[in-house]
């Protein structure tokens, strides 16, 4: 993870409320923290969660009179942004969401699978009970009807580590945590949506019932079939829909 910004970037007053309707749309205020890794984890939101459209600009100037933070934290929150692929600095104070991209998509799951098919199956006789418990907690955020689509995603994404950290090196968590933050932003463009209606939500949850019940019996082969067919779906399921995405007038 990037390193918290310097005391002076960090050092920013406490923020009450969003200072127009639309900064409550799209950015919410911070609180004091450390402001720069706030900041980084507001503007992130906004940009998985489509506040941010791909391929938007916006300058510097607006995101900290939205935040009411200053551009110190604004412009260290952007450039860890653009590390991971989420965004474009232009010159002058300006950025640019990054554009959907269909071979980008393809390139992630590819990887994915790659990675999560082998650490699951290698995952599969080393769950602990508190293994187990966290993925039966994600299972239930998809038949909560009071959780919101963003809650639902966190809580599908909380289940994938849980079946891989078990057999995840330092090495398969750093490069799953990068294609996952990419894969992320195509998740939630896609799958929001579908989450608003329940039923969609408690179909998803069912689809994943499978791979805890195969990590409860620890069966490698069945986690790891599981798995690379859940990739399979997802992936499907992304391009479908960004060529939706992509083809709208």
């Given at each position: 993870?990037p390193?918290?910004?310097?005391?002076?970037?960090?050092?920013?007053?406490?923020?009450?409320?969003?200072?127009?309707?639309?900064?409550g749309?799209?950015?919410?205020?911070?609180?004091q923290?450390?402001?720069v890794?706030?900041?980084t984890?507001?503007?992130?939101?906004?940009?998985?969660?489509?506040?941010?459209?791909?391929?938007?600009?916006?300058?510097?100037?607006?995101?900290?009179?939205?935040?009411?933070?200053?551009?110190?934290?604004?412009?260290?929150?952007?450039?860890?942004?653009?590390?991971?692929?989420?965004?474009?600095?232009?010159?002058?104070?300006s950025?640019?969401?990054?554009?959907?991209?269909?071979?980008?998509?393809?390139?992630?799951?590819?990887?994915r699978?790659?990675?999560?098919v082998?650490?699951?199956?290698?995952?599969?006789?080393?769950?602990?009970?508190?293994?187990?418990?966290?993925?039966?907690?994600?299972?239930?955020?998809?038949?909560?009807?009071?959780?919101?689509?963003?809650?639902?995603?966190?809580?599908?994404?909380?289940l994938h580590?849980?079946?891989?950290?078990?057999?995840?090196?330092?090495?398969?968590?750093?490069?799953l945590?990068?294609?996952?933050?990419?894969?992320?932003?195509?998740?939630?463009?896609?799958f929001?949506?579908?989450?608003?209606d329940?039923?969609?939500?408690?179909?998803l949850?069912q689809?994943?019932e499978?791979?805890?019940?195969?990590?409860?019996?620890?069966?490698?082969a069945?986690?790891?079939?599981?798995?690379?067919?859940?990739?399979?779906?997802?992936?499907?399921?992304?391009?479908?829909?960004?060529?939706?995405?992509?083809?709208?007038?």
């Amino acid at each position: 993870m990037p390193s918290p910004g310097s005391a002076a970037e960090n050092e920013e007053p406490d923020v009450v409320q969003a200072v127009s309707h639309e900064a409550g749309a799209a950015l919410r205020p911070v609180s004091q923290e450390s402001t720069v890794d706030r900041v980084t984890d507001e503007i992130r939101r906004s940009i998985l969660a489509g506040h941010l459209p791909p391929g938007e600009p916006f300058s510097i100037t607006e995101i900290s009179a939205q935040l009411q933070v200053s551009h110190i934290p604004v412009r260290e929150a952007l450039r860890r942004l653009e590390g991971q692929g989420l965004l474009r600095l232009r010159a002058g104070r300006s950025a640019v969401v990054t554009p959907v991209d269909m071979e980008e998509a393809r390139s992630v799951y590819r990887l994915r699978r790659l990675i999560e098919v082998d650490v699951a199956g290698r995952s599969a006789n080393r769950f602990t009970p508190d293994d187990l418990a966290q993925m039966e907690r994600a299972i239930k955020a998809f038949f909560d009807e009071t959780l919101a689509p963003d809650d639902m995603l966190t809580e599908h994404h909380r289940l994938h580590i849980a079946i891989l950290r078990p057999a995840a090196s330092e090495w398969d968590m750093r490069i799953l945590e990068l294609l996952w933050q990419t894969s992320e932003r195509y998740v939630r463009l896609v799958f929001s949506n579908q989450l608003l209606d329940h039923d969609r939500a408690h179909r998803l949850g069912q689809s994943h019932e499978a791979l805890v019940e195969a990590a409860r019996a620890g069966s490698a082969a069945t986690l790891k079939r599981l798995v690379r067919e859940h990739l399979d779906d997802n992936e499907r399921t992304i391009l479908d829909g960004l060529t939706g995405f992509l083809n709208r007038p």
